[in-house]
Every structure is written in C-alpha cells, then in structure tokens.
C-alpha cells in the first residue's frame, strides 16, 4: 500500500542536528569560518555544544591516528577466515542426474584435471552406480597400440546368453557404457532403435545369440518377377498399413478395399482378417464390419466421438503390441515416482488402483491412457508442469504426468477431496458446478483405497 507525501514542510532542524551534520567537517574548517566575523561585530563568545566538541575532538584524534602502509595490507583472505569445502574422498559413487561438472564444482576440484584422472572425455557417458577417482594418479591415456600387442581388456561380455535388468534411470546408452560395448551392438541384439522404450524390470541381452550350427545351404526358391495372387485371408499385426498388405499379397489397394468393403480412411486393429481378393478364397471369412474394435465407442452410458475412439484404439494396438511390466511392477513405479515428486504414495496408488488397476495397456474410449489413465490434453499440461514431453505411452512418463496432476491438484485446490474431485471431473467443472454424484463416489473411493495402500 502506497501513500501521498505531506505538502507540510519539515521543521528547522534543532541545534543537535546541526551539530550532527557539521561534525564531517574537517576543523580547521570550523576554526576559518569562526575567524571570517568582522572585529566589530563581535559577539559574546557562545559555549560550543557538548555534540559538536566531542565530534571535533574524535575528527582531532583520528587524524593523529597512524596510517597503515598499503604494503602491510594483505590481499589474500587469510586461510582460517576462508569457508571450508567439504574434503574430497578418494572416490565418488555417480548418483542419479550427477555431471562431472557437478561433481567437480562440489568438492573444489578442477573438470578437465577430473576428466582426466579418470581417463574419461568430456563426451563420455557417467551412469548411476558408475565409482570415479577424485584424487590419486591420471588413468594412462589410450596410446596408439603396437603391432603384435595385446588389445586393451574390455568387460568381458558374454557372447551369448548373458542379460542385464533395466532398473529405475536406467538408458541403453550407460547400459552400454557399463558393460564396454557400443550402443549400436546393443540396439542390434534387441532389435531396438533410439527411440525405443525400457522400462525396469526389462531383460536387455549384451551379447549376439549363439549361432545356429551350421547347415548344407538349401536351394534358394526361385524368385517369382511378381507376387502370386492367391486369395485368402490376411490377420492384421502391429505396424500394418492397407497400402502395405495389398503390396505384399500382389493385389491393387483399391482392389483390397472393395474387398472389405473399407475406404482409405478406415482404421485396421491387429486381429482383424483381410479377405485377400484373387483366386478362390482357402475358406469363409468374417465380414471386418463384424470384428470387434479394441476399445469400444461408449463407456457409462456416455458416447465418444468417432476421431477419440479412433485414436484410442490406436493407441490400445501399439500398447498391445509393446512390452509393458507386470502390474506388479507398475505399482513399484507408482510408489517410487510419488514419493520422488514428493506425493503421499499411497495416494498415488489409489489413484493407479481406481484408474486401472495398474494396468499399463488400460485404454478408455475417452483416450485416457495407461497406468494413471491421463487424457492427452492432460498429458501436455503435465509436459509443461515438469518442463519435459512426456509420452503417455511410456510407463514410466506414463507415472510420471499423472503424479505430476495431483501434484498440482492438491497445491491448487482448498481441499484434498476437491484436488481427488478435480482428477476425475476436472478442476473447473468442480468449481463451477461442484461435484457431480458419481464424483463423490469417486472421491469416497480414492480414499478407501489410500486407507488400504497407507
């Protein structure tokens, strides 16, 4: 709050006050304006205030007080008076989210001498649970090897058969720094890609499969110059298009189309069966209108838009045709991420129970996805409340975005029950309109499960 200023002017300042404010002046200052008075107009001789005398007589000694040569001052903040850094051990357990950086900057130690004493670059990948030397002798830089030396031992990594488990932070780039092998072998072994997903508890093989004993090669079939049209049926699986299904059995895509009575915009599910045109069908097939969608279209007597189902559906088949963990498993995730975003967990487990019964590759028709069944549009309002995307389809960002919404819930609601309120109808519609009945349902839920999770 803000208030005018006073027109009134200030009052004469009292004689102390004076006396105060001259006292900066040097005395023989004082002593020259006393002197500058006409003899004739001289006054009877005024008593000097007691303030300005003991202020002129403090100027008087401080002035005779001997200067300090500016050599005797030192530069340097003596060593007892400077703040004490914590003592470097001679090693270093890599926890989660470390740098070396970091690691240098909180022990007083330089990065590149760091680097270098542990015979790392500064594009080296640091993995949690990785030990590092913070004092002794440099790791020996990799010298260029002579002919007929041996080569440097590596890890040794089982040909075949050998495994690792992902655990929680894990990522196939320090898993395949720990072990001593290349991204790539790893990415070739498991058949993964940089865009992959793992998640803990996944068994990651780090060696090539044991090859097949060796047989008399078998005459190559001889290649037909164009597909055989033999009709049939197709089961759709994981990554299928239309336009690829016609390619592979040889048929026009428009042919295969009026085959199944679908159109270019039809959406295909694995499991569906194709009737293959061409040739005599091998046997009767199910009309594709018939086949069940994944996900169906209503839920609690409420009907979905075509474009939500569609999507939902969508994204049920890729959930399907991924790996996912255990519910088991899921439930740790839950119970791990909420106490790490600092959520009561047994309210995160309450939530993952009512939701899906931490069932990962749960999907509704409304398109709420995975674990904590987070709505996409939920899902990029979670991105921006921890400040990176998060890919509802991974378990983990999966966690992660719901946690992150009740989170922000019960920071931003009056009560705990209108924060449970918010998750399932949505925070505006509850101050607006407050909570519906089976709101409350929900919310007397919620809770029963936080008493069985506590």
Known sequence: MTTSHSPKQHPRPSLPMIAATT???????????????????????????????????????????????AAAVSTAIPSALQP??????ASYTIARGDTIGAVARRFGLNTGELLKLNGLKATTIIYPGQKIKLSGKAAAAPAARKAGAPAAARPAVAVSGATYTVKAGDTLGAIAARHGVRLADVFAWNNLSGRSIIYPGQ?????????????????????????KRTGGSYTVRAGDTLSAIASRHGVRLSALL???????????????????PGGVPASPLQPVAATKPLVPSTFLGFTYPPAVVSSANANKALLNASPVPTREQMRGIVADTARRM????????????????????????????????VIPSSGQWASD?????LNLLNPQDNVTAGVAIIRQLLATSKTKDLAIAGYYQGQYSVSKYGMYQDTKAYVAAIKAHQKNFS
Do not use: C, D, H, W
């Open 385 to 389: 409340l921890v400040g990176r995307k």
């Open 258 to 276: 009026s085959a199944n009575r679908l159109s270019m915009s039809s959406i295909i599910y694995p499991g569906n069966k194709l009737a293959i």
């Open 203 to 227: 068994k990651i093989r780090m060696g090539a499969a044991k090859a097949a004993p060796a047989r008399a090669a078998a005459p190559a079939p001889a290649k037909a110059s164009t597909p």
């Open 23 to 69: 006292a900066a002046l040097p005395a023989v200052v004082l002593s020259s304006l006393a002197l500058a008075e006409p003899a004739a107009a001289e006054k009877p001789a005024r008593a000097v205030p007691a303030t300005l005398a003991a202020a002129m007589k403090a100027q008087a000694a401080q002035a005779a007080a001997p200067v300090i040569p």
């Open 342 to 373: 600092g959520v009561e967990p047994s309210l995160a487990l309450a939530f993952a129970y009512q939701e899906s019964g931490f069932n990962q590759r749960a999907v509704s028709p409304a398109n709420a996805i995975g674990t904590m069944q």
């Open 84 to 89: 004490a850094r914590p003592s470097a051990p």
